[in-house]
C-alpha cells in the first residue's frame, strides 16, 4: 500500500466513463492513477489506457460502503487531502477473516498518504523510503528507526477483498502481500512483501472523533472494539513513578527541614538509678511540669545498658483532669565478638512519640522492670542496676505520619503499574507472541 512521493503534477481534466456500464469515471490522481474502480459496477479498469481497459469484474456482493466517500476532503497536518481509493484487506486465521480497511488519500503537493481503520482504530500512514534496521529483541523481531525500536506484533498474509476509487499502484480483488506489524505505540511500522519488493510505512494511532472532526463527517465514528495494537495505553509509560520520586524527595526534604527546625522543647529531663536490690515499690514519679500549646511529644530513654535488657512501663498523667496515657518501651543492648568481628544488637537508648495532647501541668509515672543477675549466690546477692535518664521534649516534628503519608503515595503508581500491566497483556493477546496461552491440550 505504499507509493513514492511525486513531484507536483501538472493538473489536467478528463471526462471518462465506464466502458462496462457506461458510467462516469472521475480520475482525481491528476495523471498518477494506474488502476481505476468504477463506483457503479465495480469494475476494474486500467487507467494508463484512454480506453479504460477492463482489468477485472466484480460481483455486487462484494461492495463495502466506505465510511469516508470518495472525493471528501479534510486537513491533516496543515495540508489537505482528498480521499481518492479505498479498499477492504483481510487476513484469515484459522477459519476465522479479519478485515481492516485504507482510505487512499491523495494531496497534489505533498503526494500519498493513507487511513487505515479496524474496529474503531484509526491510523494516519506514511510509506517510506528508507528502510528500518532489523535487529532482535527479547528472542523475537525488531526493527529500529530514528531512534524507536519496534518490535514485532504479528505476520500474516493478507488478501485485497474489495477495491474502489483509483490507485497509483496496480490493485484488484485477490491481490495477497505478507504483511508484518512492527510496534512502538503509539507508532507502527508496516512491511509487505511481494515476489517482487518489499514496501514499508510508518502508521501513527489517530482517535476516530479527530478523523470524523478533519471530515466534517456526519454523527460519532464507530467505537473502537478491544486494544489495538498500536494504541496507546492511557496509563503512560511509568509516568506515575516519576511523580512518585519527586513527591517522596519533596516529602523528604518537608521531614529534613521541620526536623531542623523543630527540636522541640526540653519540657522535663531527669536522671534516675535502679536496682533489683532495692525493696519496696519500683515505680516513681516526676515533678509536675508544664505543657504550654499544641504539638507532639517525645519521650527519650537513655541507659547504662551492657548486654541487658529493661522494661519501663509509663503513665502520663494530666495532673489538671486526672486523665493517663499508659505506654511501656523495651530498651536492649547487646554486644561481643566472634570469629567474624565485633558486634552489637539494639541500642542504650529508645524513644517514644507521643500525640498532641492539651496544655496543662503533667507528670510521668515510671516503673522500669529488669531481670537480676546471678551474682554470688552464697551471699545471695542476685543484683542488677542501671542509671537511666528521662528527657520529654514537647513540639518535636513525628515522622511516623510522614512514613505514612510515604506509603499512600505508593497506592497510585502501583495501582497505575497493575493496570499498565493488564493493558499490555490484553494487546499482546492479540498477537504471534501471546503472554498467556489459550485453551487447553497438550
Not at 162 to 175: A, C, I, N, Y
Not at 418 to 432: A, Y
Request: proline share 7%; charged share 20%; with cysteine.
Amino acid at each position: 500500500m505504499s507509493s513514492p512521493l511525486v513531484a507536483p503534477p501538472v493538473v489536467k481534466s478528463k471526462s471518462l466513463h465506464c466502458p462496462n456500464c457506461g458510467g462516469p469515471v472521475q480520475l482525481r490522481g491528476f495523471g498518477h492513477a494506474l488502476t481505476v474502480v468504477c463506483q457503479q459496477c465495480l469494475t476494474v479498469l486500467d487507467a494508463t489506457t484512454p480506453e479504460l481497459k477492463i482489468l477485472q469484474h466484480v460481483q455486487e456482493k462484494y461492495r463495502v460502503k466506505p465510511l469516508i466517500a470518495l472525493g471528501q476532503r479534510g486537513k491533516i497536518g496543515g495540508t489537505t487531502w482528498e480521499v481518492i481509493g479505498f479498499q477492504a484487506r483481510t487476513v484469515y486465521d484459522e477459519g476465522t477473516a479479519y478485515t481492516w480497511y485504507e482510505y487512499l488519500l491523495f494531496n497534489p503537493y505533498k503526494g500519498f498518504r493513507y487511513l487505515t481503520e479496524y474496529d474503531g482504530h484509526w491510523n494516519f500512514v506514511t510509506a517510506l523510503e528508507p528502510q528500518p534496521v532489523r535487529k532482535a529483541a527479547g528472542g523475537r523481531g525488531a526493527v529500529v528507526m530514528d531512534g524507536h525500536t519496534f518490535r514485532h506484533f504479528s505476520g500474516a498474509e493478507a488478501q485485497t477483498t474489495f477495491v474502489l476509487g483509483e490507485f497509483p499502484w496496480r490493485v484488484k480483488m485477490g491481490d495477497k502481500v505478507v504483511a508484518d506489524d512492527f510496534i512502538d505505540p503509539p507508532l507502527v511500522l508496516s512491511s509487505e512483501t511481494t515476489d517482487d519488493e518489499i514496501t514499508w510505512s510508518r502508521g501513527e494511532y489517530t482517535p476516530g472523533s479527530e478523523i470524523w472532526k478533519t471530515f466534517s463527517l456526519q454523527g460519532s465514528p464507530p467505537p473502537p472494539k478491544g486494544i489495538y495494537l498500536n494504541q496507546p495505553s492511557p496509563y503512560g509509560k511509568g509516568s506515575m513513578w516519576r511523580t512518585f520520586w519527586l513527591l517522596v524527595l519533596a516529602l523528604l526534604l518537608v521531614v529534613m527541614f521541620f526536623a531542623a527546625m523543630n527540636h522541640g522543647v526540653v519540657v522535663f529531663q531527669k536522671t534516675y538509678s535502679f536496682s533489683t536490690a532495692d525493696k519496696g515499690e519500683p515505680s516513681l514519679v516526676t515533678p509536675i511540669f508544664e505543657i504550654k500549646g499544641h504539638g507532639a511529644m517525645e519521650l527519650n530513654i537513655g541507659t547504662s545498658l551492657a548486654n541487658d535488657w529493661a522494661y519501663f512501663n509509663f503513665a502520663l498523667i494530666n495532673d489538671d483532669t486526672g486523665e493517663a496515657l499508659d505506654f511501656g518501651r523495651e530498651v536492649s543492648y547487646y554486644y561481643g565478638s566472634d570469629s567474624d568481628g565485633s558486634w552489637s544488637e539494639g541500642g542504650r537508648s529508645s524513644s517514644i512519640y507521643i500525640p498532641a495532647l492539651p496544655a496543662g501541668h503533667y507528670y510521668l509515672r515510671i516503673e522500669p522492670e529488669m531481670e537480676a543477675k546471678d551474682g554470688n549466690r552464697l551471699r545471695g546477692d542476685w543484683v542488677n542496676n542501671m542509671n537511666y535518664t528521662i528527657t520529654l521534649r514537647h513540639g518535636v516534628t513525628n515522622a511516623t505520619w510522614y512514613w505514612i503519608a510515604g506509603l499512600l503515595l505508593l497506592i497510585p503508581p502501583i495501582f497505575s503499574a497493575m493496570r499498565r500491566k493488564s493493558f499490555e497483556t490484553r494487546r499482546w493477546m492479540q498477537s504471534d507472541y501471546p503472554p498467556v496461552r489459550s485453551g487447553g491440550g497438550d
